[in-house]
């Protein structure tokens, strides 16, 4: 779902003084994910429905995005993945004191009559593993990885995941990848990986291999550790992908 923040300017002088609150707060990672799937035979109807919610947003001038993805392969096909990304845990406090009670109205107008189903999770961007596209936009489509871990492996999975990210980076391996851990609302340990594509040609191998990258980084002992840990702290993994619906998006002016 990742992420965005301006920075304020201010004299050199004032800085030497009394450090500014941007400069103190780094950038949010919380990610709100709210997956939906319409009843059936309502399709048409939901999608409307969240036209107008988004159009709801449009009009409080709403300072949040919050962008849509329909889901097109996987056990969830058909659903839809809303997302807001960014934020401070305190941010959501500030949020819904302002528009939380006017928002669920709406929803509960617009989108819960024609709703089957609808869960709510809240992830944590691993920014020190990730590497972002340098173009923020969202591309045509994500292909996403959820690694559902075995208990007690998280830290041998992190430690495997700061390895790769590494190996990439001295490799230059031309990959861009964004990683995500559950928070609340779910199974866990549960990891996220999403990686942009624009189109399904994208999802062609690299000429290098990943594992040879691995083994181009590390050698080939080290690089084989990475990968059993990897491979071997997970329980069970599912892959999706998921198509942009920037119809059924807000993102506020800027």
């Known amino acids: 779902m990742l992420r965005r923040m301006g920075t304020a300017l201010v004299t050199s002088l004032t800085l030497a003084v009394v450090p500014s609150a941007a400069a103190q707060e780094k950038p949010g990672t919380i990610a709100q994910v709210i997956v939906s799937r319409a009843k059936a035979g309502a399709t048409t109807a939901y999608e409307e429905g969240r036209k107008r919610h988004v159009a709801w947003h449009k009009s409080q001038n709403d300072p ?6 329909q889901t097109t392969s996987g056990s ?38 024609h709703t089957q189903s609808t869960t709510i999770g809240y992830y944590d961007f691993l920014a020190a593993d990730s590497r972002p596209a340098p173009d923020t936009t969202p591309t045509k489509m994500s292909e996403v990885v959820h690694f559902f871990l075995k208990p007690g492996k998280s830290g041998a999975f992190r430690h495997a995941l700061s390895r790769i990210h590494e190996a990439i980076g001295k490799t230059q391996w031309p990959v861009n990848y964004l990683w995500y851990e559950l928070a609340n609302g779910g199974e866990g340990p549960h990891y996220v990986l999403v990686l942009p594509r624009n189109s399904w040609a994208d999802m062609a191998d690299p000429e290098v291999s990943f594992p040879a990258m691995l083994t181009k980084a590390f050698g080939p002992y080290e690089a084989g550790q990475v990968l059993d840990t990897f491979g071997s702290a997970s329980r069970t993994q599912v892959s999706e992908m998921l198509l942009y619906r920037s119809d059924l998006s807000y993102v506020p002016a800027k």
């Open 76 to 113: 969830d096909v058909g659903s839809y993945v809303t997302v807001t990304f960014g934020h401070h845990w305190k941010d959501i406090d500030t949020w819904e004191a302002k528009f939380g009670d006017g928002d669920s109205a709406d929803v509960e107008r617009n989108i819960a009559p």
């Open 64 to 69: 949040w995005s919050w962008q849509t993805w």
